[in-house]
């Protein structure tokens, strides 16, 4: 058998399944590659509200610290309810029971009594409501408040709309990188998400105490809240 004969046998053996590799043709990109990052922003007024709201209580007995919290917590959840805040909008976020000491020095810390606390997060979907609604939790026991944190109940439209701007923002730019190189941007090739982002405003705390249930209604401003996402774009130039 010839040498040409013998090399086209042995190209028609079949070949094993393992040793069967598919490659993908390299794809050659005839131009410049630019990627530009960019920040798409909208604005939207916040219309949801959560406040930690709770009790904290001190008492000689642990049993007795419980009895008196459990006891304030009963009627600050039943104002809640009374007040049109829906079950779902509550929610339990702490329970704690801790001995309080006294200390001197050189001598063994000594057992004083037991502080109890039970707190809530909830959350108000009115939010020019949620003032007056903190304002009848104090008269009914909360004596620790903290918040609020001001967030957006429903956010995929303004996340939209900040991915629509940022889209917007590169193509801008990719525009001004051509200009001064002497290009123009022929196509987008591909385009990935950072993420959308929106920062709630820094959270304040306030320390409720019995004797403000006669203070001025406490206020709670929604203000404006902005909603970004963040892309990167992958452009053509030539």
Do not use: C, H, W
Request: hydrophobic share 50%; aromatic share 2%.
């Amino acid at each position: 058998m010839t040498r040409l004969a013998l090399a086209a046998a042995i190209a028609a053996l079949p070949v094993p399944a393992a040793a069967q590799v598919a490659t993908a043709p390299a794809v050659m990109i005839d131009g410049t590659i630019l990627d530009v990052s960019a920040t798409g922003t909208t604005v939207r007024v916040p219309d949801v509200a959560t406040i930690r709201a709770g009790v904290v209580t001190q008492a000689p007995t642990a049993a007795a610290a419980l009895a008196a919290n459990a006891s304030r917590m009963a009627r600050v959840l039943a104002a809640l309810k009374a007040a049109g805040v829906a079950e779902r909008d509550v929610q339990t976020s702490n329970i704690g029971l801790q001995p309080q000491y006294r200390y001197v020095q050189n001598e063994t810390p000594v057992v004083t009594g037991y502080q109890a606390t039970n707190m809530v997060a909830v959350r108000f979907r009115d939010i020019a409501r949620s003032g007056t609604i903190l304002d009848t939790l104090v008269k009914q026991g909360a004596n620790q408040i903290e918040g609020p944190t001001l967030t957006i109940d429903k956010p995929d439209a303004a996340q939209d709309e900040a991915r629509v701007d940022a889209v917007a923002k590169a193509r801008a730019r990719a525009e001004l990188y051509a200009r001064a190189a002497g290009l123009r941007v022929d196509r987008i090739v591909a385009i990935a998400e950072g993420g959308g982002n929106m920062p709630p405003p820094p959270m304040p705390m306030m320390m409720a105490r019995a004797q403000s249930s006669d203070a001025a209604e406490s206020k709670v401003a929604a203000g404006e809240q902005d909603v970004s996402v963040s892309i990167t774009v992958r452009f053509l130039l030539k």
